[in-house]
């Protein structure tokens, strides 16, 4: 099965803080609204987006809504719940929520269910080239653009791509937008990718990742990208719990802070293209993974997450400074630290 998913992966790979929204009640005058219901005002999520005012909030009701969402201006995003509320997608090759922009916007998603999380790996639908358009992914919410977007207590599952998917862009030659996301107390499971965030500033926190093929993948394409995870469970991923790759000019690759990292295939796995990336790495509980605790990237240390790594161009990882202490790595099944004479700093472990 790992295979099987492995090239799934590939062919994806290929392929912040945020405050309240202060909106006003009622309407514009104009028809446009700066509350909206669903489905008491209107029958369908998108309806009630076109017909909203910028920074407005949907208020969405108990019930199943099967829809893919396209937002392009700053909205609220609320549901009755995430046992009460679910959202998933009609194309299961295109996001289920895609929001996009040019200018800066604002998102707030919270309440409630995007996707099936009780269907498992072998049940979730199958890439099919024919109906993708790039850039867009299977994803339960794909972010691109100049986006601050903050997800809060959501539950995102059975994507076939990725639980949530961000990218940065080009909009002209020298000047690039990413995404900036946050991530509290949301639950992804049964995905492909729990979180795929590429060149994207992300704060992901008091979350859990579970039984993915890869719990979260943050690879820097070019332009710089920041990545936080902190308080968050990674349980029972498949290939690995947490990978952190840079394929171009030296930067942080991360900071993976005081987290349960436990049962998955790999805890962390970290890559780099050229010498001089820093990655910290503090006060995580990070055993009882099949290969190993903490792996950087080289041939002594054999991975299933390598060939995902052949379409970046990365064949080994160059040296990476690792940061960090106070980590509890015990019970890995071929050993707590990849490889065993890598320049791990003092105190990296208790």
Same mark, same amino acid.
């Given at each position: 099965?790992?295979?099987?998913?492995?090239?799934?992966?590939?062919?994806?790979?290929? &392929?912040?803080?945020?405050?309240?929204?202060?909106? *006003?009640?009622?309407?514009?005058?104009? +028809?446009?609204?700066?509350?909206?219901?669903?489905?008491?005002?209107?029958?369908?999520?998108?309806?009630?987006?076109?017909?909203?005012?910028?920074?407005?909030?949907?208020?969405?009701?108990?019930?199943?809504?099967?829809?893919?969402?396209?937002?392009?201006?700053?909205?609220?995003?609320?549901?009755?719940?995430?046992?009460?509320?679910?959202?998933?997608?009609?194309?299961?090759?295109?996001?289920?929520?895609?929001?996009?922009?040019?200018?800066?916007?604002?998102?707030?998603?919270?309440?409630?269910?995007?996707?099936?999380?009780?269907?498992?790996?072998?049940?979730?639908?199958?890439?099919?080239?024919?109906?993708?358009?790039?850039?867009?992914?299977?994803?339960?919410?794909?972010?691109?653009?100049?986006?601050?977007?903050?997800?809060?207590?959501?539950?995102?599952? +059975?994507? +076939?791509?990725?639980?949530?998917?961000?990218? &940065?862009?080009?909009?002209?030659?020298?000047?690039?937008?990413?995404?900036?996301?946050?991530?509290?107390?949301?639950?992804?499971?049964?995905?492909?990718?729990?979180?795929?965030?590429?060149?994207?500033?992300?704060?992901?926190?008091?979350?859990?990742?579970?039984?993915?093929?890869?719990?979260?993948?943050?690879?820097?394409?070019?332009?710089?990208?920041?990545?936080?995870?902190?308080?968050?469970?990674?349980?029972?991923?498949?290939?690995?719990?947490?990978?952190?790759?840079?394929?171009?000019?030296?930067?942080?690759?991360?900071?993976?802070?005081?987290?349960?990292?436990?049962?998955?295939?790999?805890?962390?796995? $970290? &890559?780099?293209?050229?010498?001089?990336?820093?990655?910290?790495?503090?006060?995580?509980?990070?055993?009882?993974?099949?290969?190993?605790?903490?792996?950087?990237?080289?041939?002594?240390?054999?991975?299933?997450?390598? *060939?995902?790594?052949?379409? $970046?161009?990365?064949?080994?990882?160059?040296?990476?400074?690792?940061? &960090?202490?106070?980590?509890?790595?015990?019970?890995?099944?071929?050993?707590?630290?990849?490889?065993?004479?890598?320049?791990?700093?003092?105190?990296?472990?208790?």
């Amino acid at each position: 099965m790992r295979s099987q998913y492995g090239m799934l992966a590939a062919v994806l790979i290929v &392929g912040m803080a945020l405050g309240s929204i202060l909106v *006003p009640q009622g309407a514009n005058g104009q +028809g446009e609204r700066f509350v909206a219901r669903v489905p008491e005002e209107f029958s369908t999520i998108q309806a009630a987006i076109d017909a909203a005012a910028e920074g407005a909030t949907i208020l969405i009701g108990p019930g199943l809504y099967k829809e893919n969402l396209k937002i392009t201006k700053s909205l609220r995003l609320v549901g009755a719940g995430h046992k009460q509320v679910h959202v998933r997608a009609i194309n299961e090759q295109q996001p289920t929520i895609y929001v996009e922009a040019v200018l800066p916007i604002q998102v707030y998603f919270e309440g409630f269910t995007i996707g099936d999380p009780s269907r498992s790996l072998e049940e979730l639908p199958r890439l099919d080239p024919t109906q993708l358009s790039y850039p867009l992914m299977p994803a339960g919410i794909q972010v691109q653009g100049p986006v601050q977007a903050k997800l809060h207590k959501l539950t995102i599952g +059975g994507q +076939g791509g990725a639980g949530i998917f961000t990218r &940065g862009v080009f909009i002209a030659e020298d000047l690039f937008t990413a995404p900036q996301l946050m991530v509290s107390e949301v639950e992804l499971a049964h995905n492909v990718f729990g979180l795929f965030m590429m060149s994207s500033d992300s704060i992901i926190q008091r979350s859990t990742i579970r039984e993915n093929l890869i719990g979260l993948f943050n690879v820097l394409l070019g332009k710089p990208g920041g990545l936080t995870i902190y308080r968050s469970a990674l349980l029972g991923n498949i290939i690995t719990g947490v990978a952190l790759h840079n394929s171009h000019l030296p930067q942080a690759l991360g900071h993976v802070i005081g987290n349960e990292i436990v049962g998955n295939g790999s805890g962390i796995y $970290l &890559g780099a293209r050229q010498a001089g990336s820093w990655v910290e790495i503090s006060d995580n509980q990070i055993g009882r993974n099949l290969s190993y605790g903490v792996t950087v990237m080289q041939s002594v240390c054999p991975s299933d997450f390598r *060939p995902l790594l052949v379409p $970046l161009m990365v064949s080994e990882s160059a040296t990476i400074q690792i940061l &960090g202490k106070g980590n509890e790595l015990q019970s890995n099944g071929q050993g707590d630290l990849c490889p065993p004479d890598y320049p791990w700093p003092p105190g990296f472990r208790k």
